[in-house]
């Protein structure tokens, strides 16, 4: 029981680069988000899913796209990365008003 | 926009001493949530507190919720150098199923 893996841990992009990153989740929540938090900041939310299907945008969405085809992958894609994008990448799951749980991060350099 | 508001921003203690931290928030919540992070890592769950609750305990944690102050604290008594972390609060956002965020208080224990 992994609970949530996020892949990669760690990636340098070259500016205008695409990449997607992966939350796999083992405890069948419905809440599913991807957060970024930047040096010495709280979390700040991107997108979030609230079901297998379905996605919203959070407070900072722009340069960033989410799918959730299944109940159990979150997938964060970054279609032209930019220098600004560098950050630290939490995925969350949650059901209801329950507590959170987080993937270990992944840590993006952009260049 | 981040709801809870953490203070003091940093913390330094000897070990053994106790360490209290503050969260403020603005709206009506169903429940606030304190979480640790310890550096480079992903979050982890410490207490949840429902609105109808005034006090909650866990092992050396102590939270208390005033709803008509819109704040919590979150009390560590006899700090080890083990609960040096950075310390979240976040509060339920029933309207759109999102955790409301702070910027946190980083919490260094000195031996």
């Known amino acids: 029981n992994a609970g949530v893996t996020q892949t990669p841990k760690f990636r340098v992009l070259k500016t205008g680069q695409s990449m997607t990153l992966l939350c796999a989740q083992d405890?069948?929540?419905?809440?599913m988000y991807w957060y970024r938090q930047d040096p010495g900041m709280g979390l700040r939310l991107i997108h979030y899913?609230?079901?297998?299907?379905?996605?919203a945008k959070g407070e900072v969405p722009d340069g960033y796209n989410v799918s959730r085809l299944k109940k159990q992958n979150f997938l964060l894609g970054l279609e032209s990365a930019a220098p600004s994008q560098t950050s630290v990448y939490f995925c969350?799951?949650?059901?209801?008003?329950?507590?959170?749980?987080f993937g270990q991060g992944t840590r993006l350099t952009v260049v | 926009s981040q709801q809870g508001e953490e203070d003091p921003q940093a913390l330094s203690i000897q070990e053994g001493e106790n360490a209290t931290m503050n969260c403020s928030y603005k709206?009506?919540?169903?429940?606030l949530q304190w979480y640790r992070q310890n550096s480079g890592r992903g979050l982890v769950h410490l207490i949840l507190?429902?609105?109808n609750e005034r006090e909650k305990h866990s092992g050396r944690l102590r939270v208390t919720l005033d709803t008509s102050k819109k704040s919590s604290s979150l009390l560590i008594t006899a700090s080890r150098a083990a609960d040096t972390a950075s310390y979240f609060c976040?509060?339920?956002?029933?309207?759109?199923?999102?955790?409301?965020w702070g910027a946190g208080t980083k919490l260094i224990i000195k031996p």
């Open positions: 969350a799951i949650q059901t209801g008003d329950t507590e959170a749980f």
């Open positions: 405890m069948n929540h419905e809440y």
């Open positions: 899913s609230v079901g297998e299907g379905t996605t």
């Open positions: 709206t009506s919540i169903n429940n």
């Open positions: 507190i429902r609105s």
């Open positions: 976040a509060t339920d956002d029933s309207s759109n199923y999102q955790l409301i």
